[in-house]
């Protein structure tokens, strides 16, 4: 069954942006920190992001830092990643997941550590 709904990707040329958009499906997880996993062709998972369930601590894969933002809004339960200045390194499949913890500190790149997942949503920015 799917436990989250992550949206938004699609095809970017390098340097474009898009917003990931991931929603829970029939719970509220304002206890729950949230992260954004990818997997490209022929890679292994990695961590991009993470938020913690107020909001106020965030954290980054060195690979986009200073390019992603992730956000989350309260009132539509939704957690969000901003991405600018995209590469073509970015090109996957990104997956939303949230976690019974309210922050995760250096686990957050620990897939185990995540109990909801998204069904993916392509990115595929090329030229």
């Known amino acids: 069954q799917l436990q989250l709904v992550d949206s938004g990707g699609g095809l970017v040329q390098p340097g474009g942006s898009l917003r990931l958009s991931c929603a829970p499906r029939?719970?509220?997880?304002?206890?729950?920190?949230v992260g954004w996993f990818r997997r490209a062709p022929g890679k292994e998972r990695e961590a991009v992001s993470c938020?913690?369930?107020?909001?106020?601590?965030?954290v980054y894969a060195d690979s986009v830092k200073g390019r992603f933002t992730i956000s989350r809004d309260f009132a539509e339960n939704t957690v969000y990643l901003q991405m600018h200045s995209l590469k073509p390194e970015d090109t996957a499949v990104y997956y939303c997941?949230?976690?019974?913890?309210?922050?995760?500190?250096?686990?957050?790149?620990?897939?185990?550590?995540?109990?909801?997942w998204g069904q993916g949503t392509q990115v595929t920015v090329s030229s």
């Open positions: 997941a949230a976690s019974q913890a309210r922050w995760l500190g250096s686990r957050w790149v620990g897939p185990h550590e995540y109990s909801y």
């Open positions: 938020i913690s369930s107020n909001g106020d601590s965030t």
């Open positions: 029939g719970f509220l997880w304002d206890y729950h920190a």
